[in-house]
């Protein structure tokens, strides 16, 4: 992402599909990977991925800040899937640097307990 500005993003189809993707991609292996930890401790996995993720809040594996964050990137997630709405290409580039912050925080938060 370093190397494109915002309006190059926006007009490049194949950058904002890869940028989509990924963020697919991302988002799902957060919910894999907090089921997998609620599966390990015999806690009931929810049936959506706004409740996993405040599940795992609620066991104390992510704290609030990082929990409203998640929803958020959960959220985004469900609007590209499920093209809920026209996804502007500006929304998908101010979130890309934002969501790639709180995916590391929610890993260090993870493997700090595994």
Known sequence: M?????????VDLKTLS?????????????????SYILSKLD????????EIV???YVIKI???????????????????VHMYADVKAELIFDNLRRNNKNTKNFNKETFRIL
């Open 2 to 10: 370093k190397r494109y500005d915002k309006e190059y993003f926006i």
């Open 62 to 80: 992510i704290d609030d800040d990082l929990k409203d964050k998640l929803i958020d990137i959960v959220g985004l997630r469900n609007i590209i």
């Open 18 to 34: 890869i940028a989509e993707r990924n963020i697919q991609v991302c988002t799902e292996f957060l919910i894999d990977l907090s």
């Open 54 to 56: 405040e599940k795992i």
């Open 43 to 50: 806690i009931e996995i929810p049936e959506t991925y706004k």
